[in-house]
């Protein structure tokens, strides 16, 4: 049986190298979270960045991840003055991301996310 922590550490890892190779943004994992509630699992010093985000890695579990997850998101995007994203992968499946879009939770493939977030950061940059 594989270590819970291990797994979730190394898929933090895995999704903070993916975000730099889609984003050029550099991500690190945020280690407060296991001292304190309500953190992301991982940050960036990009000011710009809009979102906080809440990484999970199961063995299984529902389409668009779980409820509770959802809500330590939102509950943590909140302090943070962040918006929340949920991003979950269950094993032989793609990784997914959950996010509000126009007022309605979406669950989107890692690249949608990531083309996303390059548009609403473009826009954000423009105002």
């Not at 895995?14 to 991500?27: S, V």
């Not at 945020?30 to 000011?47: E, F, I, K, M």
């Not at 989107?108 to 390059?118: G, N, P, Q």
Request: aromatic share 12%; proline share 4%; with cysteine.
């Amino acid at each position: 049986m594989a270590d819970s922590r291990a797994k979730g550490a190394g898929f933090e890892r895995d999704i903070a190298n993916a975000l730099r190779d889609e984003l050029g943004i550099k991500f690190a994992r945020d280690l407060r979270q296991y001292q304190q509630s309500a953190h992301g699992d991982l940050v960036t010093d990009d000011p710009a960045w809009p979102y906080l985000l809440e990484l999970k890695r199961y063995k299984d579990g529902p389409i668009g991840g779980s409820e509770a997850w959802w809500n330590q998101a939102r509950i943590a995007a909140e302090k943070a003055h962040k918006q929340p994203v949920l991003i979950y992968k269950y094993d032989r499946q793609p990784v997914r991301c959950v996010l509000m879009l126009q007022g309605v939770r979406a669950d989107v493939t890692f690249i949608d996310f990531c083309y996303l977030a390059r548009e609403r950061m473009a826009h954000d940059a423009m105002f």
